[in-house]
């Protein structure tokens, strides 16, 4: 098993409908996580860390679930800039290593 | 300011070369990743530079990688007799500290090897 998985997608969504992925995790030691998003042949950007409380950035809304070790990521009213693959990042047993999910890719259709 | 800087932006090379990536991180930053991305999969660490700690290089694939840090600031990244497999997207990272969940990424090496 992954140490970090998604579903790769792609999930092909109308502008203006809201949009919510799933990412596992397998460590429940994990302490920290983080949604980065991608944009093609681009590098990895923080699009928000996931507080335990979940927290919410505008249209984007993170939570976390201990329990069943997942985090989500919502977006509403999406916007077709909003397309491009979003991964979801754990940080891992060592103080600074992040482990990185494969992403989830996102199309918004005008 | 200035972010992370990578050259060359692409390199093609034929199997059993050398080659050199090299990465510039934002000044001041104290912790340096190296992640090597292939299509469709998620990012895999290599190494990790930490001011003047020994690196953790457990991410190496194999004994034909290596990769330096010169004076706290500038990286460069070897590949030794390069195979086919290490064709990927080699993306360097920085950070104001290790342990930080944000990272600031150059714009990547696409590594070709024929």
Redesign the interface.
Known sequence: RKEVEQDPGPFNVPEGATVAFNCTYSNSASQSFFWYRQDCRKEPKLLMSVYSSGNEDGRFTAQLNRASQYISLLIRDSKLSDSATYLCVVKGISNYQLIWGAGTKLIIKP | GAGVSQSPSNKVTEKGKDVELRCDPISGHT?LYW?RQSL??????LI?F?GNSAP?KSGLPSDRFSAERTGGSVSTLTIQRTQQEDSAVY?CASSPE??R???Y????TRLTVT
């Open positions: 912790a992640y469709g999969q998620g990012l895999e660490f990790y930490q953790d993306l290790g342990g969940g944000e990272q990424f150059g714009p990547g």
